[in-house]
């Protein structure tokens, strides 16, 4: 079956820890995304990449770094240097260049839960 | 600066009765919105999306208005079931969508009595 995967589901590290968290899709979808949602609030977007080996940052990228070597694959790296990354991470892909539709809705993951001890 | 607002936390309503939903936003480039419907420790699902040269949009329980004007949509669902509970989220596309991108509001969580 097509989707986007996210692993692992829960994951906890000690502060000052990087950890990347995984995302891969098999939906042949160029473009893909990361999104953080915080308890009250919206999706907020940290990274996205139309393209492989391209990437922009979004509203919140400070403290995270990510990569887009693979058109399957997004991985999103959580540095020390965020502050708050307690929170819930969803990973989302969209627009099929070959589809010829001009609108794309975003099909998201399950989610990481990302808990700094 | 918050671009789409949904400016009720929460919703409460009886089951079989009408939910409306209800998003406004600022920026007059959005010319495509979407619904997503999302469960607690999951993702959002895709429920329904309205482009902006239509002021209606309806699949099923769900249809979607648009009011651009007045920079607001709603989304009414009829008639309400308790498997609806859940947090919605309205989103906007900057631009003409080539990008992907979007932004959310805050969301609202519907609660469908029994």
């Known amino acids: 079956d097509g989707g986007i995967t996210q692993s692992p589901k829960y994951l906890f590290r000690k502060e000052g820890q990087n950890v990347t968290l995984s995302c891969e899709q098999n939906?042949?979808?160029?473009?893909m995304y990361w999104y953080r949602q915080d308890p009250g609030q919206g999706l907020r977007l940290i990274y996205y990449s139309q393209i492989v080996n391209d990437f922009q940052k979004g509203d919140i990228a400070e403290g995270y770094s990510v990569s887009r070597e693979k058109k399957e694959s997004f991985p999103l790296t959580v540095t020390s240097a965020q502050k708050n990354p307690t929170a819930f991470y969803l990973c989302?892909?969209?627009?099929?260049?070959?589809?010829?539709?001009?609108?794309?809705?975003?099909?998201f993951g399950p989610g990481t839960r990302l808990t700094v001890l | 600066d918050q671009q789409v607002k949904q400016n009720s936390p929460s919703l409460s309503v009886q089951e079989g009765r009408i939910s409306i939903l209800n998003c406004d936003y600022t920026?007059?480039?959005?010319?495509?919105f979407l619904w997503y419907k999302k469960y607690p420790a999951e993702g959002p699902t895709f429920l329904i999306s309205i482009s902006s040269i239509k002021d209606k949009n309806e699949d099923g329980r769900f249809t979607v208005f648009l009011n651009k004007s007045a920079k607001h949509l709603s989304l009414h669902i009829v008639p309400s079931q308790p498997g609806d509970s859940a947090v919605y989220f309205c989103?906007?596309?900057?631009?003409?969508?080539?990008?992907?991108?979007?932004?959310f509001g805050q969301g609202t969580t519907l609660q469908v009595k029994p």
């Open positions: 939906l042949n979808h160029d473009a």
């Open positions: 920026n007059s480039m959005f010319d495509y």
């Open positions: 989302a892909s969209s627009i099929d260049r070959t589809s010829g539709k001009l609108y794309n809705e975003q099909f």
């Open positions: 989103a906007a596309s900057e631009g003409s969508g080539n990008t992907g991108k979007l932004i």
